[in-house]
């Protein structure tokens, strides 16, 4: 290893990326839109459910009840129907999830049986949020019966019902159970996988399709020089990008951060490295700019988004899936960064992730080496 | 293919397209694994250690290659980095490189603003930068004018008068006269290796007839296979026929053309150039002169 040679290849990249303005563009904004896009955008909260009533009786009970909905956060009602037409047009339309419809003979029902129907219509196109918004309905009605009950018993000067057992929930890390503040760390670390890949993915095939590799080759430069003075310049690149996804994490989207800042940064640029390396490594096996970096957007994007516990929950994936998932670099660093956020951890306690982040890294080193060498003969 | 070139010698590599000549320089440059033999520079296996001939090798591929989005003194700074070259030595030789090119006060120029005859010498000079045993040149002069050829050979000449070993490729044959020696490759062989007098002497036997006339397809089809004529081979608007004696032979061809009612205006001996030596050689399709 020889450090001159190094340091020569580094400050080639680094005039390289200061004159590319396109890459220089990918490096500054990318990240800037992808945590906009996905800290907006993903959101599994649901709120504000749009809800049409069809009130047949409009009575004083059945008034109370709508009141009772209109009061929930969990629903908005946007339509009041008429007939069953009209609210079949509003779920067909889609401007309704649900539909709750209020029996003629509700207060009737109430008074004399102590018991009555509310039907309520939902469109499981989307069977998540149906099912949520059917708990939410549920939970809305019986709060609603039960203040009924509760009155009757008054009015007739008993005492309300006792309830034997009662659950106290305390929940621990995300008090607020606000989805957000667990996904906006996950956020953090796939935007750094998508940019970190796309950051060196143009590195290698850049020189195959100029015809410098060539020359290149043909100095005393060995693969492994080559792959540390271009990953170089990028590690500095993607930490400024980390620094500033991390910022945005934690100052606009206000995500809780209860970690300490060297942990994090310790291992982000862990993480980054393996990131480099799997993009360089991409570069390196593919010799066209567009193949490589297209090729960078579907390993990482599709993995990163679907198995690394982003979204969806690994331990409730099926066994073979579960597998597959100790491959997702970006699942480690998942972990970690949620841990670092909510939990507060320390190095100490995220031994494993980081353990795997430091293998990943040396196999993506090795085969990086290895596919340039390939490559050249 | 077994050769070998020496310090202060131009060997030139002539073939037609496909022959070998690039992959024959890849191979000593280190930059393809031989699938047998043995290639030694400067007394090391190249397919051994290869980085170590690396570092006495300057090689120009056939594209050009150097990075168009730095400057000329930028380029010339990173090949010095990654060949080693610092310091006083490293100032020096920056000079020469950029005298050589002739790009005095133009280190800041983008290499993108360069037209191809600069580039080209820049190349050079960044092949040279660490002053190298031995320089590798593939087709260093396709796609430049003729005006920027001259130049270019008179910086091989002068460094192979500096001692430097100059292996080149070229496709064409008044550039191979240029070379010291010439190794003459078809289908992957060494078809004859020599200085280009040598050559013209060992590879045509006989003497050579120019005719020139109105119609040189109706003489090469009547001149062809004809009885004391060895060979015919069109050369623009003439033909090259090669026979056992100029002298002698030239009655008897002027006999078969007029029999053929075909007319000539010149018909004369002359000395045999590259290009019949290629044909003789290479054979094979005549039709296709070598680069075209």
Redesign the interface.
Same mark, same amino acid.
């Given at each position: 290893m020889n450090l001159r040679r190094v340091k020569a290849i580094a400050k080639k990249e680094i005039i390289q990326i200061w004159r590319d303005p396109r890459s220089l563009m990918v490096v500054l904004l990318m990240p800037l839109m992808q945590m906009a896009l996905l800290g907006y955008g993903v959101n599994l909260d649901i709120e504000h459910v749009p809800i049409c009533i069809f009130d047949r009786e409009g009575s004083q009970q059945s008034e109370s009840l709508m009141k009772a909905f209109q009061a929930s956060v969990y629903f908005n009602i946007v339509e009041t129907e008429r007939d069953y037409d009209s609210l079949k047009r509003a779920i067909d339309g889609g401007r309704c999830k649900m539909a709750i419809v209020i029996p003629p003979d509700f207060s009737e029902y109430l008074a004399t049986r102590n018991s009555a129907r509310v039907q309520a219509i939902l469109d499981a196109t989307d069977d998540n949020t149906a099912n949520i918004a059917r708990g939410y309905a549920e939970s809305v009605v019986e709060t609603f019966s039960n203040n009924i009950e509760a009155k009757r018993l008054q009015s007739l000067g008993q005492q309300p019902p006792n309830t034997p057992a009662v659950a106290q929930y305390r929940v621990w890390f995300n008090e607020d159970l606000e989805s957000r503040d667990f996904i906006i760390p996950g956020v953090v670390a796939i935007v750094l996988a998508l940019v970190g890949a796309q950051l060196t993915s143009l590195t290698i095939s850049r020189e195959w399709e100029r015809g410098t590799m060539e020359v290149l080759a043909s100095t005393p430069v060995t693969s492994a020089e080559l792959m540390i003075g271009k990953i170089l310049p990028y590690f500095f690149v993607g930490m400024l990008d980390a620094a500033f996804c991390l910022a945005i994490a934690v100052f606009w989207f206000e995500a809780p951060f209860r970690g300490s800042a060297f942990t994090l940064l310790a291992t982000t640029a862990l993480f980054l490295i393996v990131v480099l390396g799997v993009g360089y490594f991409i570069s390196a096996s593919i010799r066209s700019q567009v193949g490589a970096s297209q090729i960078a957007l579907l390993v990482t994007m599709l993995p990163t988004t679907l198995l690394s516990g982003f979204a969806f929950p690994i331990d409730q994936m099926p066994p073979p899936v579960q597998a597959v998932t100790y491959l997702v670099h970006s699942r480690y660093y998942m972990t970690i960064l949620k841990a670092i956020f909510l939990k507060g951890s320390g190095l100490g306690d995220l031994l494993a992730p980081i353990g795997a982040l430091v293998v990943f890294a040396l196999v993506v080193g090795v085969l990086a080496t290895r596919a340039f060498r390939k490559g050249l003969g | 293919m077994s050769f070998e070139a020496r310090r202060g010698e131009i060997l030139g590599f002539l073939g037609p397209n496909g022959a070998g000549k690039s992959t024959t320089i890849r191979i000593l440059?280190? +930059? +393809? #694994?031989p699938s047998g033999g043995r290639a030694e520079i400067a007394g090391i296996d190249v397919a051994r250690y290869p *980085? /170590?001939v690396? $570092?006495n090798?300057g090689?120009?591929?056939q /594209? =050009? @290659?150097?990075? @168009?989005? +730095?400057s000329v003194g *930028?380029n010339l #700074? =990173? =090949? !010095? !980095?990654?060949?080693?070259v #610092?310091g006083d030595r490293l100032a020096k030789r920056l000079a020469f490189a950029v005298n050589m090119a002739g790009l005095k006060d133009r280190e800041d120029t983008l290499v993108a603003d360069l037209s191809g005859g600069w580039k080209q010498r820049l190349?050079l000079g960044? $092949?040279v930068l660490h002053e190298p045993a031995i320089l =590798?040149l593939d087709e260093p002069t396709s796609g430049v004018d003729p005006a920027s050829r001259r130049r270019f050979w008179d910086l091989i000449y002068s460094l192979a008068g500096d001692g430097v070993c100059v292996v080149i490729t070229t496709h064409y044959m008044d550039e191979a006269e240029y070379c010291n020696r010439i190794a003459l490759i078809n289908a992957g062989k060494l078809a004859a290796l020599g200085s280009p007098s040598e050559l013209k002497r060992s590879a045509i036997h006989g003497e050579i007839l120019l005719i020139e006339g109105d119609d040189p397809g109706g003489m090469l089809e009547a001149l062809e296979g004809s009885p004391g004529v060895h060979d015919v081979a069109p050369f623009g608007s003439s033909l090259h026929i090669v026979v056992d004696d100029a002298t002698r032979d030239q009655p008897a061809i002027e006999a078969l053309l007029k029999q053929h009612e075909l007319g000539w205006s010149r018909i004369e001996p002359i000395k045999p150039t590259l290009e019949d030596v290629f044909v003789q050689l290479v054979g094979g399709d005549r039709a296709r002169a070598p680069g075209s």
């Open positions: - | 440059c280190g +930059l +393809l #694994r *980085e /170590k690396r $570092a090798i090689y120009m591929s /594209k =050009f @290659s150097l990075y @168009s989005d +730095l *930028e #700074r =990173f =090949f !010095g !980095g990654v060949y080693g #610092r190349a960044c $092949a =590798f």
